[in-house]
């Protein structure tokens, strides 16, 4: 079995070019992933692992390779390791995974699909929190609005502990997505200051979406004016917005109790 014991190691300085540039992981086709339970749901999400370090130390060989079978197994010693961990606390093991496709189009949805969407989230901790909601809540999908980062961030993958990969996820721009709802007559509502009525007045036992801005400027007009229904979630304390992976969960478990939980 292949070691790798040198920070100069060709593949190495490409893996931390992996780690920390979106480029290099748009060029690849490729990105990390840290932990056992993150890499373990990647495969399970049909996420292709294509590599496995591992070190020993902390994840014997036999632990690496009951997490994938088809991977190939490269032993780090811990220098390699501290370099491309991410985490002051993990398990011992970094994957490299296929990206997948992020297309509407690719979306397989049910026949009464209750999705997220979130226009520009910009905090990978935020975009980890929304990702955790929605796999809590077993939505059908999670589309990202004019993306202003790169999902398979290893910000977003830590802090999604995994969700990235439980769920069902697309980008495209607003008018893009849109489009993809009226033309799946999906109804959906856009969560906003202006023009709105109370979340728990509408109904979302039918095909739905629910949209959330950002904390910082909201969602954008071309949103609020395309809505089913804009709607808003009642305040009584000073501020007039909390954080948006809060807001999103209130929705989506007010519709999640409308259909019963199922």
């Given at each position: ?143 990202i609005a004019n993306p202003k980062g790169d999902l398979f961030n290893p910000n977003v993958v830590r802090s999604s502990v995994g969700c990235l990969f439980t769920n069902q996820i697309a980008t495209g721009t607003t008018q893009e997505i849109i489009t993809f709802l009226k033309d799946n007559k999906i109804n959906f509502y856009c969560a906003t200051l202006q023009n709105s009525t109370s979340y728990h ?62």
């Open positions: 079995m292949k070691q790798i014991t040198s920070l100069q190691n060709p593949f190495i300085k490409s893996l931390v070019l992996l780690q920390e540039k979106a480029k290099a992981r748009k060029q690849t086709g490729t990105f990390l992933i840290e932990g056992q339970r993150e890499i373990t749901l990647a495969i399970k999400g049909g996420y292709e692992v294509e590599m496995i370090l591992f070190y020993p130390e902390i994840c014997s060989e036999t632990e690496a390779k009951k997490l994938s079978r088809h991977a190939e197994l490269i032993e780090i010693n811990k220098e390699v390791f501290e370099k491309l961990a991410y985490r002051d606390t993990t398990e011992g093991v970094i994957g490299i995974a296929k990206s997948k496709s992020l297309l509407l189009s690719d979306l397989k949805l049910s026949e009464n699909p209750l999705i997220l969407i979130a226009e520009a989230p910009e905090k990978p901790g935020n975009i980890g929190a929304l990702l955790r909601t929605a796999d809590a809540a077993n939505l059908d999908a999670v589309i007045t509408q109904d979302y036992t039918l095909p739905t979406a629910l949209v959330v801005g950002t904390e910082a400027t909201g969602l954008t007009q071309e949103w609020r004016d395309a809505a089913t229904q804009n709607i808003i979630i009642p305040m009584q304390g000073e501020i007039d917005s909390m954080n948006v992976s809060v807001a999103a969960a209130i929705l989506i478990f007010e519709a999640k109790r409308q259909r019963n939980f199922n």
